[in-house]
């Protein structure tokens, strides 16, 4: 996803780590809930406490809530590595072949 900052600075975010850097940038209000909440599991995310979808999403909530959220597209490198790894999961799970 792509957020603009309040200094009209854009960023391309696709990592809990991408987020939490973004989460020091020019937000427009640092102490709406939703911007403490996502800080808060973000930091929990790297500490390995919390999901990592569960703080990214709590990230796009509020960049969404600041009205900071460009594209909420992931790019076309993205998806395609979203599709490999599905792949490889899905093949993964496919039962044994008996003989």
Known sequence: MQITFVNFKTR?????AEARAA??????????????QASRLLEEAQAGTCRQSM???AFVKAARDQDMVISGQ???GLS?????????Y???RQ?????
Not at 26 to 31: F, H, P, V
Not at 95 to 99: D, L, R
């Open 90 to 92: 899905d093949q993964d």
């Open 74 to 76: 992931p790019s076309k």
């Open 80 to 88: 395609l590595l979203d599709e490999l790894a599905s792949s490889i």
């Open 55 to 57: 703080a990214f999403e």
């Open 95 to 99: 039962p044994p072949y008996s003989v």
């Open 23 to 36: 989460m020091n940038g020019a937000w427009k209000n640092k102490e709406m809930h939703s911007y403490r």
């Open 12 to 16: 391309a975010i696709s990592s809990v």
